[in-house]
């Protein structure tokens, strides 16, 4: 009895022991380095992606750097409640004035300042808004800059700095944020400053180029790695390469090698990037490619870290295990390898293709610190469309927006309401009326009289509640957020249109299905025109479309609030000098959102071909296509349209059967 007491005392000592050694001494993993704090010293990193790595060593083993004393951050002790009123804001929100640039203007400088003066954040007085912008504080002649008169010691501004290369008297900053790209660790102010990406000198100042992947899971012959090298270029290694230094060059020994040159994107799973500030260069160069960055503990921060979730499209490790790096490399699931690429190509397309991305993603980070935490949740920034076309000022929950349904499972509620435009020569449509009103999913009739002559004193009784808008004789009107509209789901309607209740019920189903994307009956297309060297549009029957008009058809609420407040000036301005371009402007506008054409729907042969809307007193229905398609592609920097030949049914159209097996019976006629 003894022996079998002391046995077990034995092992519960043992187990506690062993215990104890797993606690101070766990399984090596790819890292993530924590941040480092001034005046403390820097931990071990916390892990990721467990299940790949396995113990090679012990941490022992590895070689420990002399620990250092950082620097304190400029400007002291500065965050967001400290440095910032953010009473000036509560009125309208964030509001940003622009200095002039003394001197000599660059062109992205002069794109900077128009980009926000046109934007929704703009302000024209210094008085009026919360957030005062300066450029740069370093001049041509590389001295500093004088600081304007409204200084105040640097409340409420922010220094925005596209380039690394900064005016040395960082002093003068006092609580001025900076917007700097590639900012080390030691001297970023995390919830205060934002760290930029550094852009190379050429990079494209709006639309931008598109991402390059275009295959999510690599070929056989694609190389493992690209590695990035000091002059600028990238070297592909094999898939047997065998050791990564922590210069960031793996020693191969077997499998083919290139050098690539700066300009060419690398073409590999996996971009090996050294922790050199230089080398923030190639993180950009990664993402464009859809090769999956691993940053070998880089010494500056991340950009727009503060709200983009790098976990889920780079690979933070530590550049003391070469040899752990590259094996869980070689053993990353194919599932994993998919989901980081893309996530590269989102994240390049919503926040770093162009310089009006990177500068109004600053600003949207500043509005959410002054609207609070619920602004934009986790979701909108890191999930398609992104956070710039997710308008807080809308809503501040996923599933209010069009396109988050399929991912949380749900569906938009089962009503639409009827949005009538009524403009020249301004007829009541009282048949349009009728049909519409008795479709059981018609929650509401509202129309919109734009019309020189006033409205009729009585309407038709309908089953729904009727309500009349003075509209104000401009033809955006049509797509202003009306508080009136009590539904997710808009049919929009001229007077001059005509459908069938069968029409209207089947369209409002196909787009419950479809709620990011317009679903319409009538049709346009675009083509590029050689002779005139630009772009135009049809309205000829032809298979392909890229376009549904506005004068039948259904989309979710959420584009009246981009149009009104996110479409540049310029083109609303354009929608109400041509009235007929509100079609390709709300078609372009959705397409840029989802990068997805709209949906067709069958129309009756017996309806007339609905004629463009007209404004009050326009004599020319149709003005030139490339008067508007042209200026559209030019605000937009790219051709957001995209042609689609997919036209929606119902199930039994024009199948032989009993008339009362068909649900829709106007449009399943034989």
Known sequence: MQSWRRKSLWLALSASWLLVLLRVFPLLRLAVPARPRAGAPQGWPHWLDRELLQSFSQPGELPEDDPQPLPAPHGGSCDWGACFDVSKCRGGGLKVFAYPVAGPISDTQRGILASIESSRFGSVSPEEACLLLLLSLEAPAGECSPLPQQWNGGRNHLVLGLHPNFCPQTFQLGQAMVAKASPTVDTFRPGFDVALPLLPEAHPWRGGAPGQLGQHSPHPGVPLLALAEERGGWRTAGTESSACPRDGHCEQDHGPEQTHPGATLPNATFCLIPAHQPDALHFLQALQAGCIPVLLSPRWELPFSEVIDWTKAAIVA???????????????????VLALRQQTQFLWDAYFSSVEKVIHTTLEIIQDRIFGAPAHPSLLWNSPPGALLALPTFSTSPSDFPFYHLQRGSRPAGRFSALIWVGAPGQPPLKLIQAVAGSQHCAQILVLWSSEKPPPSRWPKTAVPLTVLAGQRKASDRFFPHRALSTDAILSLDAQSSLTTSEVDFAFVVWQSFPERMVGFLTWSHFWDEARGGWGHTAEKANEFSMVLTSAAFYHRYYHTLFTHSLPKALR????????????????????????????????????????????????PQPPAQDCINQMVAEFGYMPLVSSRLRLDPVLFKDPVSVLRKKYRSLEKP
């Open 318 to 336: 530590d550049e003391r295990l070469p040899f752990q790096v590259l094996a869980a490399l070689q053993k990353m699931p194919p599932t994993r």
């Open 573 to 620: 301005t354009l929608a109400d000098e041509a009235p007929s371009c509100v079609a390709i402007l709300m078609n372009s506008l959705v397409a840029a959102v989802t990068k997805l054409p709209p949906i067709k729907v069958p129309y009756g042969k017996q309806h007339l071909e609905a004629s463009p809307p007209l404004a009050p007193g326009d004599p020319d």
